[in-house]
């Protein structure tokens, strides 16, 4: 199954924008590409996925490269409750999700 | 729309006890998850059921670890003897659809087995 590679953590201060890089270099065809945040002593949280466009939604951006080996997790304006670990995925339907370690987000005041 | 609901949040128990979780899904979603977290790392599918029926639990300790889900809805994941090492958290999660919808994860069961 393609794994992913994440910065283990990253920082941003609040109100600025926060561009989470997420590399898959061995992504199939049918992956689609997930991105689940989990804050402190709950599950983890559906952020947005895609398959080969960009996408957005009132949480995030996603924007997959060209050749769909790297993606990045966008979060437009940092507050302070975005401070979670990020977790990128790939999924082809019907199989299960790897999570590894995630990135860890600061936001700093 | 009510969100996956388990129960209970918190459960201590000593090694060689049994323990068992609860876990009801979002209504509609025939997929359900359920996963182990253990500190500081990402959660690891332990089973995967479609409506009834069991769809993948490779990871599933099958030799302690017991999961149903009866009628497509409500399931139960059962940990008979508990060791040391099975202290985590226990998250349940559905989908309408696995792979390509968006899972909703519940609360999560704490375990601590001591």
């Known amino acids: 199954d393609a794994k992913t590679t994440q910065p283990n953590s990253m920082e941003s201060n609040e109100e600025e924008p926060v561009h989470l890089p997420c590399n898959h270099s061995?992504?199939?065809?049918?992956?689609?590409i997930h991105w689940y945040r989990q804050l402190p002593s709950q599950g983890p949280e559906y952020v947005i996925h895609?398959?080969?466009s960009n996408v957005n939604n009132r949480m995030a951006s996603l924007a997959i490269a060209e050749d769909r080996k790297s993606s990045t997790l966008i979060l437009h304006r940092a507050t302070l409750r975005d401070a979670a670990v990020y977790y990128c995925?790939?999924?082809?339907?019907?199989?299960?999700?790897?999570f590894g370690t995630g990135t860890s987000l600061t936001v700093i005041p | 729309e009510a969100g996956v609901a388990q129960s209970p949040r918190y459960k201590i128990i000593e090694k060689r006890q049994s323990v068992a979780f609860w876990c009801n899904p979002i209504?509609?979603?025939?997929?359900l998850y359920w996963y182990q977290q253990i500190l500081g790392q990402g959660p690891k599918l332990l089973i995967q059921?479609?409506?009834?029926?069991?769809?993948?639990d490779s990871q599933l300790p099958k030799d302690r670890f017991s999961a149903e889900r009866l009628k497509g809805v409500d399931s139960t994941l059962k940990i008979q003897p508990a060791k040391l090492e099975d202290s985590a958290v226990y998250l349940c999660?559905?989908?309408?659809?696995?792979?390509?919808?968006?899972?909703?994860f519940g609360p999560g069961t704490r375990l601590t087995v001591l």
């Open positions: 999660a559905s989908s309408l659809e696995a792979g390509t919808s968006p899972e909703f």
């Open positions: 061995t992504i199939s065809g049918t992956d689609y």
């Open positions: 895609g398959l080969t």
């Open positions: 995925i790939l999924r082809a339907t019907g199989n299960q999700f790897y």
């Open positions: 209504s509609g979603h025939a997929t």
């Open positions: 059921f479609q409506n009834n029926g069991v769809v993948d």
